[in-house]
């Protein structure tokens, strides 16, 4: 079992749509998640970046961690043609080390 | 302000052959980790360095090695390189090695085996 699960998608969406990402993860040392969002052949782009449980709201995105449940969200509201792109979780303990999900493909259609 | 600048930007190299990767981060960052993303997946951990010494190694064979710079640059080396080393190498810094900082990447640099 990987240490961080992420669905690969690809999902596909209409413009204006509410979109919702998840990763779920298994090591209970993780303390910092991050969402990179990710374009064709380039590097990753932080988007979101929360310590520990609860919630962090920035413009048309949300994210959310329940620790106690093992699992973080993206949303991304009112979702539009420039947000597709690969979305990346991320998370870490107290080290630099991130551990990354496979990504979600992200097409958000006009 | 400049971000983490990596080159070169895309390379092709043969099997067996050996290939260095550049690495410059964030004026005052520190910290320097290496990246390895092969097509599909998420990037997977293969060093850390802060202060020139090494702080973190994933799981990567000893072909994969790396520096850091009193300038806080980085080098990643990779020897006797196999068709499975393809992959985009990223690179990334931040302030510190631990703590609440985050990490930015470089664009990477692209790496094909031939």
């Known amino acids: 079992q990987k240490e961080v699960e992420q669905d690969p998608g690809p999902l596909s969406v209409p413009e204006g749509a509410i979109v919702s990402l998840n990763c779920t993860y298994s090591n209970s040392a993780f303390q910092y998640f991050m969402w990179y969002r990710q374009y064709s052949r380039k590097g990753p782009e932080l988007l979101m970046y929360?310590?520990?449980?609860g919630n962090k709201e920035d413009g048309r995105f949300t994210a959310q961690v329940d620790k106690s449940s093992k699992y973080i969200s993206l949303f991304i509201r009112d979702s539009q043609p420039s947000d597709s792109a690969t979305y990346l979780c991320?998370?870490?303990?107290?080290?630099?080390?991130?551990?990354f999900g496979t990504g979600t493909r992200l097409q958000v259609f006009p | 302000d400049a971000g983490v600048t990596q080159s070169p930007t895309h390379l092709i190299k043969t099997r067996g052959q050996h290939v260095t990767l550049r690495c410059s981060p964030i004026s005052g960052h520190k910290s320097v980790s290496w990246y390895q993303q092969v097509l599909g997946q998420g990037p997977q951990f293969i060093f850390q360095?802060?202060?020139?010494?090494?702080?973190g190694r994933g799981n990567f064979p000893d072909r994969f090695s790396a520096r850091q710079f009193p300038n806080y640059s980085s080098e990643l080396n990779v020897n006797a390189l196999l068709l499975g080393d393809s992959a985009l190498y990223l690179c990334?810094?931040?302030?510190?090695?631990?703590?609440?900082?985050?990490?930015?990447f470089g664009a990477g640099s692209r790496l094909t085996v031939l």
């Open positions: 990334a810094s931040r302030v510190e090695s631990s703590g609440a900082n985050v990490l930015t």
């Open positions: 929360t310590y520990s449980s």
């Open positions: 360095y802060y202060e020139k010494e090494e702080r």
């Open positions: 991320a998370m870490r303990g107290n080290t630099d080390k991130l551990i």
